[in-house]
């Protein structure tokens, strides 16, 4: 008898906030707080029904608008503040656009993130087909900055390119400024192992469709939910970004492996990620964000090994993205890494994405200039820690 797949967690629950919030260009603590406890109420409603939620969060609009050091902060103080009074526990300040970086100095943006460690930011680097290098340039600068103060911070920055609003999962996550929804992620690694485990697919088409059907029996139950209750508040629901997230007891890597029957580093992974990420596109409920394979290499143990053993490196991780939605998420990098090697990183990054106007995203994480130069030495729970590969 076949074993029923487990029901996966939800990792993000985000109410994506409206422009009106932000009249005046700073952030109407009320109207924060009463869009909290619309979002916390959802996911209260999620919990009943029997399904983990992990993280309720707010998201705000992209800034498009030229803005300084002290409009940014002053926004980023408010919107924590209606957070705080509404009981969630982190937001999104949005996506700044290279228009609204020509005022800011990438120190300015890492004040915020330094200041405010339940907020999330990114820095858009290509869009319509366009890498905008300056917006790279900012990029790395606010990465090196963020290293030498906070390092941890890094986990909470990113260069994004061509990825759309309203995608629920952090950083990145950016509304769209119009009638406020909500939109979900699931950390559905584990139901895909357990069910690959058990169904063993013969072959690439067989994981593709595995994948699907696997993602589709964890998601139409929480659509047949989630629609009554943002209806209930009057919320759209924007949809779900099916991409498969991780935990430390579920790789999806290890996934990938599986179907694949091939390593990390072997030829026919990217074939393996081709196919599944045919499945997850394939899912047929309403979709937003990344809608594809995310490998973060720090967050998986299959990939950390991988990495440290020197299967899997930046250029091999740009190659699976360039079939899936992967770029470069949670890499490792040494304090001795060079100023042009991080921002040629996310350049690869945005213009991968601008050749095939996907969504990609960089979540560098480097070390401070005083860390050990042999082994990460990250405290945040969701990182595996590992010890950097001999240098090429």
Same mark, same amino acid.
């Given at each position: 008898?076949?074993?029923?797949?487990?029901?996966?967690?939800?990792?993000?629950?985000? &109410?994506?906030?409206?422009?009106?919030?932000?009249?005046?260009?700073?952030?109407?603590?009320?109207?924060?707080? +009463?869009?909290?406890?619309?979002?916390?109420?959802?996911?209260?409603?999620?919990?009943?029904?029997?399904?983990?939620?992990?993280? /309720?969060?707010?998201?705000?609009?992209?800034?498009?608008?030229?803005?300084?050091?002290?409009? &940014?902060?002053?926004?980023?103080? *408010?919107?924590?503040?209606?957070?705080?009074?509404?009981?969630?526990?982190?937001?999104?300040?949005?996506?700044?656009?290279?228009?609204?970086?020509?005022?800011?100095?990438?120190?300015?943006?890492?004040?915020?993130? @330094?200041?405010?460690?339940?907020?999330?930011?990114? @820095? /858009?680097?290509?869009?319509?087909? *366009? /890498?905008?290098?300056?917006? $790279?340039?900012?990029?790395?600068?606010?990465? +090196?900055?963020?290293?030498?103060?906070?390092?941890?911070?890094?986990?909470?920055?990113?260069?994004?390119?061509?990825?759309?609003?309203?995608?629920?999962?952090?950083?990145?996550?950016?509304?769209?400024?119009?009638?406020?929804?909500?939109?979900?992620?699931?950390?559905?690694?584990?139901?895909? &192992?357990?069910?690959?485990?058990?169904?063993?697919?013969?072959?690439?088409?067989?994981?593709?469709?595995?994948? +699907?059907?696997?993602?589709?029996?964890? =998601?139409?139950? =929480?659509?047949?939910?989630?629609?009554?209750?943002?209806?209930?508040?009057?919320?759209?629901?924007?949809?779900?970004?099916?991409?498969?997230?991780?935990?430390?007891?579920?790789?999806?890597?290890?996934?990938?492996?599986? @179907?694949?029957?091939?390593?990390?580093?072997?030829?026919?992974?990217?074939?393996?990620?081709?196919?599944?990420?045919?499945?997850?596109?394939? $899912?047929?409920?309403?979709?937003?964000?990344?809608?594809?394979?995310?490998?973060?290499?720090?967050?998986?143990?299959?990939?950390?090994?991988?990495?440290?053993?020197?299967?899997?490196?930046?250029?091999?991780?740009?190659?699976?993205?360039?079939?899936?939605?992967?770029?470069?998420?949670?890499?490792?990098?040494?304090?001795?890494?060079?100023?042009?090697?991080?921002?040629?990183?996310?350049?690869?990054?945005?213009?991968?994405?601008?050749?095939?106007?996907?969504?990609?995203?960089?979540?560098?994480?480097?070390?401070?200039?005083?860390?050990?130069?042999?082994?990460?030495?990250?405290?945040? *729970?969701?990182?595996?820690?590992?010890?950097?590969?001999?240098?090429?």
């Amino acid at each position: 008898m076949t074993q029923p797949t487990p029901t996966s967690p939800v990792r993000a629950v985000t &109410l994506c906030l409206p422009d009106e919030v932000f009249r005046g260009g700073q952030a109407d603590t009320d109207a924060v707080r +009463r869009h909290g406890e619309q979002a916390l109420d959802i996911g209260e409603r999620l919990t009943a029904a029997g399904y983990e939620v992990q993280t /309720v969060r707010l998201s705000s609009p992209a800034l498009d608008r030229p803005l300084d050091a002290g409009q &940014l902060s002053a926004r980023a103080a *408010e919107l924590v503040e209606g957070c705080r009074c509404s009981g969630v526990g982190s937001a999104s300040l949005g996506a700044l656009r290279p228009s609204a970086l020509t005022e800011l100095k990438p120190t300015e943006v890492a004040d915020v993130l @330094v200041a405010h460690r339940s907020l999330f930011l990114a @820095v /858009v680097v290509a869009d319509d087909g *366009e /890498v905008d290098h300056s917006a $790279v340039a900012f990029s790395g600068a606010v990465i +090196r900055e963020l290293a030498s103060r906070d390092a941890e911070a890094n986990f909470r920055f990113a260069a994004v390119a061509h990825l759309g609003p309203n995608a629920p999962l952090f950083p990145g996550s950016y509304s769209d400024g119009l009638r406020a929804g909500v939109s979900v992620g699931l950390q559905s690694a584990g139901p895909l &192992l357990a069910r690959a485990r058990t169904a063993a697919p013969r072959d690439l088409t067989a994981a593709s469709e595995l994948t +699907r059907d696997c993602l589709y029996d964890q =998601l139409a139950p =929480l659509d047949g939910l989630l629609r009554p209750a943002c209806e209930r508040h009057g919320l759209l629901f924007h949809g779900f970004d099916p991409s498969p997230a991780c935990a430390p007891d579920a790789s999806i890597g290890e996934f990938l492996e599986t @179907v694949g029957g091939v390593r990390f580093g072997a030829p026919g992974l990217v074939a393996a990620c081709a196919a599944v990420t045919a499945g997850i596109r394939s $899912v047929g409920l309403p979709t937003v964000g990344y809608a594809g394979l995310m490998l973060p290499v720090l967050e998986d143990r299959v990939l950390a090994h991988a990495w440290q053993q020197g299967r899997l490196d930046a250029d091999s991780v740009l190659a699976y993205s360039s079939v899936c939605g992967a770029g470069l998420d949670t890499v490792p990098l040494p304090a001795s890494t060079s100023e042009h090697e991080v921002d040629a990183l996310i350049a690869d990054m945005a213009a991968l994405s601008a050749r095939w106007t996907k969504p990609l995203s960089a979540r560098l994480m480097l070390a401070p200039p005083t860390a050990d130069p042999h082994r990460t030495e990250f405290r945040a *729970e969701q990182i595996i820690n590992i010890a950097y590969p001999p240098a090429r």
